[in-house]
């Protein structure tokens, strides 16, 4: 689920640079869109930062800044990936405290002498065998 978000996310960057590259040429300068990508291989090995874009773009976003632009495209398709990132944000929260409540109720029950599910399969294999 959370890749198929991380290839929309992509898709919709890219289709809001386009936009922004073809209706408001000045605002894609400005927030310096054509360094997004690396133009080729030799910049992708030589670890491309494009951290300066990826911040406008968030702000362009986080503040609303399309609502300047008076395009109902432009504003459609950025409330669209200000939804999209929330939700994935939420999506990936929620995976990293599954996996912390989890990891820490298996320490825990290694301290208390208790056998987990994992200790009894183990087990369950050994003894077949």
């Not at 959370?2 to 936009?19: A, D, E, I, P, T």
């Not at 997004?36 to 951290?51: A, F, G, I, K, Q």
């Not at 939804?83 to 929620?94: D, M, Q």
């Not at 298996?106 to 369950?124: F, H, K, L, M, P």
Request: net charge positive; aromatic share 10%; charged share 25%.
């Amino acid at each position: 689920m959370l890749l198929v978000m991380v290839l929309g996310w992509f898709f919709c960057v890219n289709r809001l640079s386009h936009q922004l590259r073809d209706r408001h040429p000045d605002k894609y300068d400005e927030m310096r869109l054509a360094e997004m990508s690396p133009r080729n291989l030799l910049e992708w090995l030589s670890r491309y930062d494009n951290s300066r874009p990826a911040m406008a773009l968030l702000g362009f976003l986080w503040r609303r800044e399309d609502a300047e632009l008076h395009d109902s495209g432009v504003s459609r398709l950025s409330r669209v990936m200000r939804w999209l990132f929330c939700v994935y944000i939420g999506l990936f929260l929620t995976l990293v405290v599954e996996f912390v409540h989890r990891t820490t109720g298996d320490i825990a029950s290694w301290g208390r002498g208790t056998v987990t599910v994992q200790q009894q399969r183990r087990e369950g294999v050994s003894t077949a065998t």
